[in-house]
């Protein structure tokens, strides 16, 4: 892997990583709100970050063998259209009052959490010693922005979908599934036909085909597919950690601020 090569992807993934963040905080910002009213129960309104948090849990372990089999970029455009169609269901779930809905749509949102967590490995898969931290620190610092961006743009969310002619709390979400569902696009769009999907995979493989001549090939196929196995562990911890206080810092915002969400920050 080049060092072009690999600058490029890190590119691809910053852009992503922006862009993905957005699609995922917005949805936070506002879900319990949504659940609270699609519910008619405060005790219930964490349900939506619960779903979403198992959902982020059961496809990461979904993701991570289609990474091993087809590549970084494969699983990663995988869980960006999952999420996308999670922020949908959850705008239709506003729409006909359904809560059910909106644990399902919250559910297939986890993927977009799985995937933007994902991108953060597929940075390092390709760096040399010299720059594997300034790689990862770099596509880290680009969820800040998103991590930012979206909880304040819930107000304008509101405006689009008030325009639209659905709910209010709906609008998050729909900013969401345009986030999500324009990750893909960046990907397919920046990064080039020729490079490698995942450097990693490429060790897999390779480690693999080496097995049957030498056992030292053989362990480091295990050690390296452990590795990718692994991470749907630390992020199913980390959206865990996350989700706890966002909820009740939203509820909590809006009870104070009035019905009307202008802005909503986690």
């Not at 933007?116 to 680009?142: F, G, M, P, Q």
């Not at 209010?168 to 696009?185: D, K, M, Q, V």
């Amino acid at each position: 892997m080049t060092t072009a090569a690999q600058r490029r992807t890190v590119r691809v993934l910053v852009l992503t990583q922006a862009v993905g963040a957005v699609g995922i905080t917005i949805g936070i910002a506002t879900a319990s709100l949504l659940a609270r009213d699609l519910s008619g129960s405060e005790a219930l309104s964490g349900l939506a970050q619960t779903a979403q948090v198992l959902g982020a849990a059961v496809i990461s372990f979904l993701l991570a063998p289609l990474m091993a089999r087809r590549g970084r970029r494969t699983g990663l455009m995988t869980g960006y259209v999952v999420g996308a169609g999670g922020g949908l269901t959850a705008v239709l779930a506003g729409v006909a009052g359904s809560m059910a809905l909106l644990l399902v749509g919250a559910m297939l949102l986890g993927a977009a959490t799985s995937a933007n967590n994902a991108a953060r490995y597929a940075a390092t898969d390709l760096a040399t010693d010299e720059n594997r931290a300034r790689s990862l620190s770099l596509v880290v610092w680009a969820t800040t922005i998103g991590a930012v961006a979206g909880p304040n743009l819930t107000g304008p969310a509101g405006a689009l979908a008030d325009r639209l002619g659905i709910p209010e709390l709906t609008g998050p979400f729909a900013i969401g599934a345009i986030g999500n569902s324009t990750c893909p696009l960046v990907s397919v769009a920046v990064a080039s036909p020729s490079s490698p999907s995942s450097g990693l995979i490429e060790s897999v493989a390779s480690a693999r085909s080496s097995t049957a001549r030498n056992a030292s090939a053989g362990f480091s196929f295990w050690f390296l597919r452990s590795r990718l196995m692994s991470e749907p562990s630390i992020s199913v911890i980390k959206s865990f950690a996350s989700a706890q206080t966002s909820g009740s810092n939203t509820l909590e915002t809006t009870s104070r601020k009035g019905s009307r969400v202008v802005s909503t920050g986690i």
